[in-house]
């Protein structure tokens, strides 16, 4: 495999992972049938998986097959997410001889820490404002708290941040900034920044209408919009 398709593949894949093919034509998971184009395949090394997909070393998880596999067959594992439950299945999009995972796990990193860099800055030269500070308080957005009015509503609440120093926009020391941000788990909005009293960060403002409160305000909405302080200076150049 080249290294543009192991690119490629890293950009796509949520799980990879190094792993002997124990059943074919079987299923771990009950949600998911046994047909040949799965199988049970347990795990020797994980190269790259969510946080939270509690999939480790010796675990066995259903693949929905991209291409015929044989009992015993060792490879690299390129897959996405499919069913999760009493048991975890996914789907795959590509395989790699497992001559040398360590090189493989190497290159993906290069690649998601090279897409990340391009999306902090992105995310830096959209921002309405852009300001290092510490969370004073959460609350619920116009202090009153509003049951959710459909399955995805984001559940605004807001952050009052003081602000230690201002990167970018007109905002200044010792201001007190509030700033919206979703705090519904749902599937929409679970990676959405979360602040806490007392939490010191980066914070990348973007000026959004919140359509279900009908009004607009700076938030933060994207996994990246809330950095830690190491990467000030980072932030810094990106501005």
């Not at 060792?74 to 001559?99: C, H, K, M, N, Y």
């Amino acid at each position: 495999m080249s290294t543009t398709e192991v690119d490629r593949l890293a950009r796509r894949s949520g799980f990879v992972f190094l792993g002997e093919v124990v059943q074919t034509s079987a299923s771990t998971v009950e949600l998911v049938e046994a047909t040949k184009e799965t199988a049970v395949v347990r795990v020797e090394r994980v190269l790259r998986a969510p946080d939270d997909l509690g999939a480790g070393k010796g675990s066995e998880v259903t693949v929905r097959l991209a291409s015929a596999a044989k009992k015993g067959q060792r490879a690299v594992f390129f897959t996405i997410g499919w069913v999760s439950g009493e048991g975890l299945a996914v789907q795959e999009i590509g395989r790699q001889a497992p001559g040398d995972p360590e090189a493989i796990e190497k290159r993906m990193g290069d690649v998601v820490g090279k897409d990340e860099i391009a999306e902090l800055r992105r995310r830096v030269k959209e921002a309405h404002a852009v300001a290092l500070g510490e969370v004073a308080e959460t609350r619920a957005l116009g202090d009153k708290e509003v049951p959710p009015s459909s399955e995805h509503d984001p559940q605004w609440r807001t952050a009052v941040i003081v602000v230690h120093s201002g990167e970018k926009g007109d905002i200044k020391e010792g201001q007190r900034v509030e700033v919206a941000y979703p705090s519904s788990d749902d599937v929409m909005w679970f990676r959405a920044p979360k602040p806490q009293k007392g939490d010191r960060a980066v914070f990348l403002m973007h000026q959004r209408g919140l359509e279900e409160r009908d009004v607009q305000m700076l938030a933060i909405v994207d996994p990246v919009d809330m950095q830690p302080v190491e990467r000030l200076d980072e932030i810094r150049r990106a501005v």
